[in-house]
């Protein structure tokens, strides 16, 4: 069977893709050489934010996926059924605070920034931030609440996001490894050269995170996605004492950074199982998965600095993960102009659980020719700040 569109990886972005056009009558093939959600999807926290991001196209993104997430939980719930795993979705609420006198001006600043953009961002009084987090260190020196912060466990999202398209018609494959593309006598591409044989379809898309700029390198193209790893610290089950997604400020500093080496800010946030997530770090280091103590204990650090209580918990485990780095900070969403029929849905880093279902949506538009519900121009490979790195890397270097 020729599939109208092949899709290379099975993670959420690959999941919400897969789903939207199966929905849409498309063949759909998705190929994935590990386990469905095994990759990043599996090593995130599942936060769905608008807080973290500021004025911009990323932020229209953020905000639009943002309201579709309540409707899909329902749809999902009532096609799959009582007997698959809810999606853990709460809409919990964000709380990013200042630690020190030089912070609160910037945090609030940033805040009315996206209040201009439509982002519903509440500065509040110390006072006002204990009553919503009564654990949290009272030296705080500004706060802002973010009502529309989400959260999902993602690797039930994705799962959930597979069922639905299987039903409509989609095929999933795992333990499958896409190792080029092939092409038609006009030079488009008609499909994937896998470990398995070849997979016929009219459109191939790479939604493969952090690993797409090695899918692309395979069908001869560059795509200048680079992994960016993360850890993250999980405690034991303990009492409900954190109730939004609290965060520094200087986290948002951290996401947009191009700094390679190791930058961590303080991210704290329970979930449904009642253990206490801490983050976060980030760090080009390749696909190097140790373990590294150091990080760790900076991590622990300064989740202390927002819940001194959290000196007396227990860490249950540790966990990393590469986040799809893109150097200008823009996810990829559309065809790529050097190699028709080619599509990128990735370069999300770590906002690719909250954008899944908007980048679908776009994706869509773009291969069926239909009205998006935003501009898709400034997700396209082709934009300027992307240039340079499209270049081969011997002429980016010179």
Not at 139 to 156: G, L, M, R, S, W
Not at 183 to 204: E, I, K, P, Q, Y
Not at 290 to 301: F, P, Q, S, Y
Request: proline share 6%.
């Amino acid at each position: 069977m020729i599939s109208d569109v092949v899709i290379v990886g099975a993670g959420i972005v690959g999941a919400a893709c897969a789903r939207a056009l199966a929905m849409a009558g498309e063949r759909v093939t998705v190929l994935e050489r590990g386990a469905a959600a095994s990759g990043t999807s599996a090593k995130g926290e599942g936060n769905l934010l608008v807080s973290d991001k500021g004025p911009g196209a990323e932020l229209d993104l953020a905000v639009y996926a943002s309201s579709l997430w309540p409707g899909l939980v329902a749809e999902l719930a009532d096609e799959l059924g009582p007997g698959f795993p809810a999606l853990e979705y709460e809409r919990k609420g964000g709380l990013v605070v200042a630690t020190t006198d030089a912070g609160a001006e910037p945090l609030l600043a940033f805040a009315a920034t996206q209040r201009m953009a439509g982002v519903d961002a509440r500065a509040v009084s110390v006072a006002d931030a204990l009553a919503l987090e009564p654990w949290l260190n009272p030296a705080i020196t500004a706060a802002v609440h973010y009502p529309d912060d989400a959260q999902v466990q993602p690797v039930i999202a994705t799962e959930a996001l597979l069922a639905s398209a299987r039903r409509h018609g989609a095929i999933v494959r795992t333990g499958v490894t896409v190792t080029g593309a092939t092409r038609d006598a006009d030079g488009r591409v008609s499909g994937v050269t896998t470990d398995a044989g070849d997979v016929a379809g009219g459109a191939v898309l790479i939604a493969a995170g952090p690993w797409s700029g090695e899918v692309a390198s395979a069908m001869g193209v560059r795509l200048p996605v680079k992994p960016r790893r993360g850890m993250v610290l999980v405690t034991t089950r303990m009492p409900h004492r954190v109730f939004h997604k609290v965060y520094d400020g200087d986290y948002f500093g951290a996401t947009q950074s191009s700094d390679a080496a190791l930058q961590t800010s303080s991210v704290v946030e329970s979930t449904a199982a009642g253990t206490v997530l801490l983050g976060s770090s980030r760090e080009q280091v390749g696909f190097d998965e140790r373990l590294r103590v150091d990080v760790i204990r900076e991590v622990a650090g300064k989740a202390l600095r927002l819940f001194p209580f959290l000196a007396g918990a227990s860490i249950m485990r540790t966990y990393g993960g590469f986040r799809p780095f893109m150097p200008d900070h823009l996810p990829v969403i559309g065809e790529d102009h050097r190699v028709p029929g080619l599509w990128h849905a990735s370069g999300h880093e770590g906002a690719g659980i909250g954008l899944s279902l908007a980048t679908a949506e776009l994706l869509v538009a773009g291969l069926l020719g239909t009205p998006a519900p935003l501009d898709a121009a400034p997700f396209g490979l082709e934009r300027a700040s992307l240039a340079p790195h499209l270049l081969p890397e011997t002429e980016e270097a010179a």
